[in-house]
């Protein structure tokens, strides 16, 4: 028995404990990198729910190791400085995130893409799979890149992460971490609102809420307005009730892009 007992302390000391410490190490990375974006559980928010089963963007370990040490570039998703040690912790602990079954968003995606069609007019400025209007961002896949609280407050308060200003290289980074609102005023007193296409030092690219596409000379402008932090999409507090909420936020998190 005794002799069991020792062997049982070697055992925790060689496997066990090693193993602990990866965990709690790894939980408590996760802690301090991730979850103010993927929320505390990786239930997902600014950035994706990492509690699936598998993430589209991270197969395996390898790619998950990389994506956290390069992040994903064109989006929100950072780089992380970290040893090799604690990305491995890291790695494994956002693994076991997806063996723990998480809650899923409640509500019926069926009627809420029916929504989506009809009383939320959501398609005249969105598309899914091809379809759909061209002035917000494309939400085919915006289930793997956002997660269900997120989706709900967009629907509420539509400005509440557009980007009240914009310091890195804009090119590389799309809609909408990089969305902004304009207004021109030609030489001619026409004036254009729209989200900025393109923009360089001389010109700007501008498409407006009916999807026609405006260019201007900087110099032949009257005026030009940038209205950071501002969209043009209306919030829906008032025209869904709490279960088509519901119902919409279930479909846009079925939305797992083109299978
Ligand atoms: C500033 C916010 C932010 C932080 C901090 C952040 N992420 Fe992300 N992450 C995102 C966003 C946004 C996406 C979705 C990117 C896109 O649009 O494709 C994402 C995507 C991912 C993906 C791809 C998911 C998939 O569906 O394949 C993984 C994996 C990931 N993040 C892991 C991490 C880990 C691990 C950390 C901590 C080291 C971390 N992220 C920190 C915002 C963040
Ligand atoms: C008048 C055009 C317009 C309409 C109508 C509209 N949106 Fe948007 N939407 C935008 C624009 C522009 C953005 C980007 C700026 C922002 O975040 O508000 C956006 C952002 C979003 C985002 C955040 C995307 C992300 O990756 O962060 C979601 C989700 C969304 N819309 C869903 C919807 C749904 C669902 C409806 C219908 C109920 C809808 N939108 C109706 C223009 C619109």
Same mark, same amino acid.
């Given at each position: 028995?005794?002799?069991?007992?020792?062997?049982?302390?070697? *055992?925790?000391?060689?496997?066990?404990?090693? %193993?602990?410490?990866? $965990?709690?190490? !790894?939980?408590? @990375? #996760?802690? &301090?990198?991730?979850?103010?974006?993927?929320?505390?559980?990786?239930?997902?928010?600014?950035?994706?729910?990492?509690?699936?089963?598998?993430?589209?963007?991270?197969?395996?370990?390898?790619?998950?190791?990389?994506?956290?040490?390069?992040?994903?570039?064109?989006?929100?998703?950072?780089?992380?400085?970290?040893?090799?040690?604690?990305?491995?912790?890291?790695?494994?602990?956002?693994?076991? *995130?997806?063996?723990?079954?998480?809650?899923? %968003?409640?509500?019926? $995606?069926?009627? !809420?893409?029916? @929504? #989506?069609? &009809?009383?939320?007019?959501?398609?005249?400025?969105?598309?899914?799979?091809?379809?759909?209007?061209?002035?917000?961002?494309?939400?085919?896949?915006?289930?793997?890149?956002?997660?269900?609280?997120?989706?709900?407050?967009?629907?509420?308060?539509?400005?509440?992460?557009?980007?009240?200003?914009?310091?890195?290289?804009?090119?590389?980074?799309?809609?909408?971490?990089?969305?902004?609102?304009?207004?021109?005023?030609?030489?001619?007193?026409?004036?254009?609102?729209? $989200?900025?296409?393109?923009?360089?030092? #001389?010109?700007?690219?501008?498409?407006?809420?009916?999807?026609?596409?405006?260019?201007?000379?900087?110099?032949?402008?009257?005026?030009?307005?940038?209205?950071?932090?501002?969209?043009?999409?209306?919030?829906?507090?008032?025209?869904?009730?709490?279960?088509?909420?519901?119902?919409?936020?279930?479909?846009?998190?079925?939305?797992?892009?083109?299978?």
């Amino acid at each position: 028995m005794r002799k069991g007992y020792v062997w049982n302390a070697a *055992l925790w000391v060689l496997l066990v404990h090693p %193993a602990l410490w990866a $965990a709690g190490a !790894g939980e408590a @990375l #996760f802690r &301090t990198h991730c979850a103010p974006c993927h929320g505390p559980k990786g239930e997902g928010g600014r950035g994706a729910d990492l509690a699936v089963r598998r993430l589209p963007r991270a197969p395996d370990d390898a790619a998950l190791s990389a994506i956290i040490t390069t992040g994903i570039p064109g989006t929100q998703m950072p780089a992380t400085r970290m040893t090799a040690e604690e990305n491995a912790a890291l790695v494994a602990y956002v693994r076991s *995130l997806g063996r723990t079954q998480a809650v899923r %968003a409640p509500g019926d $995606a069926a009627n !809420g893409k029916r @929504l #989506f069609q &009809t009383k939320g007019n959501c398609a005249g400025c969105h598309t899914v799979g091809g379809a759909g209007g061209r002035l917000g961002p494309e939400l085919t896949d915006i289930g793997t890149r956002r997660g269900p609280a997120y989706l709900r407050t967009a629907l509420l308060e539509p400005e509440a992460e557009v980007p009240e200003n914009f310091a890195s290289y804009r090119k590389l980074i799309y809609t909408p971490d990089n969305f902004l609102w304009v207004r021109a005023v030609t030489a001619d007193g026409k004036q254009v609102s729209g $989200a900025r296409v393109d923009e360089d030092t #001389f010109s700007i690219q501008i498409r407006d809420a009916s999807d026609r596409l405006y260019s201007f000379r900087k110099d032949e402008l009257r005026e030009l307005h940038k209205d950071w932090g501002k969209s043009p999409m209306p919030s829906y507090r008032s025209v869904f009730s709490e279960s088509e909420l519901q119902d919409l936020v279930a479909y846009l998190a079925s939305l797992q892009g083109p299978s």
